[in-house]
């Protein structure tokens, strides 16, 4: 349907995007968020440098482990190390709130409007600046969740107390072993409540907030309403960023803005209702 040709409205001088930007959010009906991990990126959830070494330091001198990511996939010997890894990268991006205040900036921007977010991250910070819980949908999954590994049925449960446990009981890289969680139905290991394989639960509050988005895209249908897409890169393009090309494409009234660090392009085909502005989510928030 779209050509493979994608324009960078970005080229257009910025003062101009911006105006753009906050002309189609001031006249829309609705706004639709649709976020991916540039967003948390530039509100400072780094997986790497400065941020990484400095709570995994002892993980990367035993393992030389590179980066938060390939972290979480490191076959460690005994299930104690392997949650006291995951209950430290669990506290800081998922009950810590980020260290730059991008997310509670957006929440500004939108406050006021109805507002809906789609996310394919998995770290709440939506939740921890204050949105309303009712109009987010997390696609992939929470790092506040567990679920069995098999698993053995689609519920989910929540793991703040005992990762807080987790992190101030560790010794030595290793939990201690009566807070090795296992499934309270059927005995399993329990599994991060995460999208990587054929594994993933999606639970009754999954399907619940997959129901309230669909009824609120179906309210807004034929409006005006802007897709604000921020930090969606191209590994889930299916989730967001082509649904929201559809969308637009489909409804004249509708506006198509991308707000993405070296990846702000839109198809030519709706070229003419597309703000793209390559640049850092947080700066470009707060200017708007």
């Keep these: 349907m779209f050509s ?21 959010l ?41 980066d938060m990511y390939s972290g979480g996939f490191y076959p460690f010997e005994t299930p104690e190390e392997h949650w006291a890894w995951w209950s430290r990268h669990i506290m800081i991006n998922r009950y810590e709130k980020a ?11 939108v406050t006021g409007k109805e507002y809906f977010v789609l996310t394919t991250n998995v770290d709440h910070q939506f939740q921890l600046a204050g949105f309303d819980r009712e109009r ?3 696609t ?10 098999k698993p053995c049925c689609q519920k989910t449960w929540g793991n ?21 969680p296992y499934c309270p139905v059927c005995g399993r290991p329990m599994a991060m409540n995460l ?42 393009p299916g989730i967001i960023k082509y649904p929201f090309w559809q969308m637009v494409y489909q409804n004249p009234k509708a506006v198509y803005a991308c707000l993405n660090l070296g990846e702000a392009a839109a198809p030519r085909e709706i070229k003419e209702r597309s703000v793209c502005i390559d640049g850092d989510i947080g700066e470009v928030l707060e200017c708007l």
Excluded at 31 to 40: C, D, E, P, Q
Excluded at 100 to 109: A, F, G, I, N, R
Excluded at 140 to 149: E, I, K, M, N, V
Aim: a neutral charge; glycine letters at 10%; proline letters at 3%.
């Design 4 to 24: 493979r040709i994608l324009t960078q409205t970005s080229t257009a001088p910025y003062s101009d995007q911006l105006a753009k930007m906050k002309q189609a």
């Design 26 to 66: 001031e006249q829309a009906e609705a706004v639709i968020v649709g976020a991916g991990s540039g967003l948390s990126a530039s509100a400072g959830l780094t997986y790497s440098g400065e941020r990484f070494e400095k709570h995994f330091g002892d993980f990367i001198q035993k393992y030389g482990i590179r």
């Design 99 to 109: 260290p730059k205040p991008v997310y509670d900036t957006l929440l500004k921007l």
């Design 136 to 138: 987010l949908f997390y």
């Design 140 to 149: 992939q999954g929470d790092y506040g969740l567990w679920q069995c590994s």
């Design 160 to 180: 703040e107390e005992t990762v807080r446990r987790m992190v101030t009981e560790q010794q030595k890289m290793r939990v201690p072993t009566e807070l090795v």
């Design 195 to 236: 999208r990587c394989d054929g594994t993933f639960v999606q639970d009754e509050g999954w399907y619940a907030a997959a129901g309230r988005y669909q009824d609120f895209l179906r309210k807004y249908e034929g409006a005006r309403v802007v897709y604000l897409e921020l930090g969606v890169g191209g590994n889930t």
